[in-house]
């Protein structure tokens, strides 16, 4: 159980906590005290922990290799898990955990040949600034391509400029200067983080 350093779904703000322990001690702290192995079995024994209590949960665990920290990827009992998680840290107390465990990698090659082709900026999906950019980029007839990012970045949009439109590089040279985030250096760290993680005995 110590294994799982983050979860999926929650009623409380996820990304509002550093740790799955702030998490529970700040919005459940009724269910981690006192914490003894009674309180441990009465929180392993909530139902909405599904990798627990179903034959065939929807719940996994999912690895990224590039983080190497292990998620559950849950549908319910967020607080009671992480309350299990807390008291067995303390008492010492090993809970295993099986299920299936999705494993994602960056495709290395695929950052090289977007960095190859693409300058990349993020920018707020705001509709001003979107709007504000794709009118300035039509009216300078300069080419791009937008994307919007995954979870937990859904409030912004990737921006690609092609580095094959002299017009594009002008704009990612201003880009730059004004100080906006560079995605495909980003890729490129993860990817480079990835291999090296691969690479230790």
Do not use: C
């Amino acid at each position: 159980m110590q294994d799982v350093t983050g979860l999926a779904a929650s009623k409380s703000e996820l990304k509002d906590f550093d740790t799955l322990d702030r998490m529970v001690e700040t919005n459940s702290r009724n269910m981690i005290e006192p914490i003894t192995a009674d309180k441990l079995r009465e929180n392993l024994a909530w139902s909405e922990i599904r990798i627990l209590h179903r034959d065939y949960p929807s719940d996994f665990f999912a690895r990224y290799l590039w983080d190497g920290r292990v998620f559950l990827i849950n549908s319910g009992g967020s607080h009671h898990f992480a309350a299990a998680r807390y008291i067995a840290s303390r008492i010492e107390a090993p809970v295993p955990l099986r299920g299936r465990l999705r494993t994602y990698a960056i495709n290395e090659m695929a950052v090289a040949s977007l960095q190859r082709d693409y300058e990349m900026f993020v920018m707020a999906d705001i509709p001003e600034a979107t709007l504000g950019f794709h009118d300035a980029m039509q009216s300078f007839r300069a080419s791009y391509l937008w994307q919007y990012l995954p979870r937990p970045y859904r409030g912004s949009r990737a921006i690609l400029l092609p580095r094959a439109d002299a017009r594009s590089m002008k704009v990612a040279a201003a880009l730059h200067e004004a100080g906006f985030f560079d995605l495909g250096l980003y890729l490129r760290g993860l990817a480079a983080r990835q291999t090296h993680a691969h690479s230790l005995p």
